[in-house]
């Protein structure tokens, strides 16, 4: 079974720039949720999507949002970009149950 | 494919004993580890980190052993407390590779 798959893995971007991620889950999995990780503040929630719907998230500005379409695949876009917002973004799929596969990551670098 | 593995998707434990959770990576390139505590709707919280060049950890309640050797690594938690049940995941990230996490161990504390 193929794993969790997010594109691109790399992205350079500008201050004020907006950029969209893209994960594709684990077949069969209804759950996407997206984690912004960096070396100071570690892994934070952003949130999660189920069946095109969000379900819960996490406490990021309005310039963070995300959908996922009727297949599970889930899109993550950022807005007005920050110097700040370099970090890498993970994303994770879950079966119906507590278990969440991570995908490899997208390093954004906000220039 | 899968290159950290947690191959206990649960463990219970009764209050005041041991919690060992194990974890089993492949790619010999990693050289940082991390254990994240996640409850349910919530995201991941960072709960103790170990570099290759030590083989343990310790903060508190926690203690992170590291065989490298054996590409092994495994969280202690004496004593567990029932507070402590949540889904464990471990991560590992180092090489050309960002950072790739288990599937998590559901660890179940009864009183």
């Known amino acids: 079974k193929a794993g969790v798959t997010q594109t691109p893995r790399y992205l350079i971007k500008t201050r004020g720039q907006q950029v969209t991620l893209s994960c594709s889950p684990i077949?069969?999995?209804?759950?996407v949720s997206w984690y912004q990780q960096t070396p100071g503040q570690g892994l934070q929630f952003l949130f999660e999507?189920?069946?095109?719907?969000?379900?819960n998230k996490g406490n990021f500005p309005g310039r963070f949002s995300g959908r996922q379409f009727s297949n599970s695949r889930s899109e993550m876009n950022v807005s007005t970009l920050e110097l700040g917002d370099s970090a890498l973004y993970l994303c994770?799929?879950?079966?119906?149950?507590?278990?969440?596969?991570f995908g490899p990551g997208t390093r954004l670098t906000v220039t | 494919d899968q290159q950290v593995k947690q191959n206990s998707p649960s463990l219970s434990v009764q209050e005041g004993r041991i919690s060992i959770l194990n974890c089993d990576y492949t790619n010999s390139m990693f050289d940082y580890f991390l254990w994240y505590k996640k409850y349910p709707a919530e995201g991941p919280t960072f709960l103790i980190s170990i570099s290759s060049i030590k083989d343990k950890n310790e903060d508190g309640r926690f203690t992170v052993f590291l065989n490298k050797s054996a590409k092994h690594l495994s969280l202690h938690i004496v004593p567990s407390q029932p507070g402590d049940s949540a889904v464990y995941f471990c991560a590992a990230s180092g090489g050309k590779d960002d950072m790739r996490f288990g599937a998590g161990t559901r660890l179940t504390v009864k009183p």
């Open positions: 994770a799929s879950s079966p119906p149950n507590y278990e969440q596969y």
């Open positions: 999507y189920f069946s095109e719907t969000q379900r």
């Open positions: 077949s069969g999995h209804r759950s």
